[in-house]
């Protein structure tokens, strides 16, 4: 099974985290669709991100908050996109 490597934009944290590529690129795609009208909380991404998964693909995933973690990390690392550099709670828009 193929799987993608998972980092994380913290300084000094350099672990990675392998998760299936269908995983990553269902939750990876829900997030892009989420963010598509722009920018979102991250408190109200778990629901944005399950608003664009069908029922199958949500009850495969497991933990959806997990995976929405790990692959909004590994999607910050590699510039997709970005938080906003605003006071206040986390915002997060497509790069």
């Keep these: ?11 000094g944290r350099d672990g990675v985290t392998n998760i299936p590529a269908w995983k ?7 997030i892009l669709e989420a963010l598509a009208d722009g920018p979102v909380f ?3 991404l778990n629901d944005a991100v399950a608003e664009q998964l069908d029922s199958e693909t ?6 959806l908050g997990w995976h929405v973690v790990t ?25």
């Design 24 to 30: 990553f690129d269902a939750v990876r795609g829900a």
């Design 58 to 63: 949500l009850e495969g995933l497991g933990k």
């Design 42 to 44: 991250y408190k109200d």
């Design 1 to 11: 099974m193929e799987k993608v490597a998972c980092r994380t934009p913290a300084k």
């Design 71 to 95: 692959v909004k990390l590994e999607m910050e690392v590699r510039g997709e996109i970005a938080r906003l550099d605003v006071k206040g709670p986390q915002q997060i828009k497509a790069v």
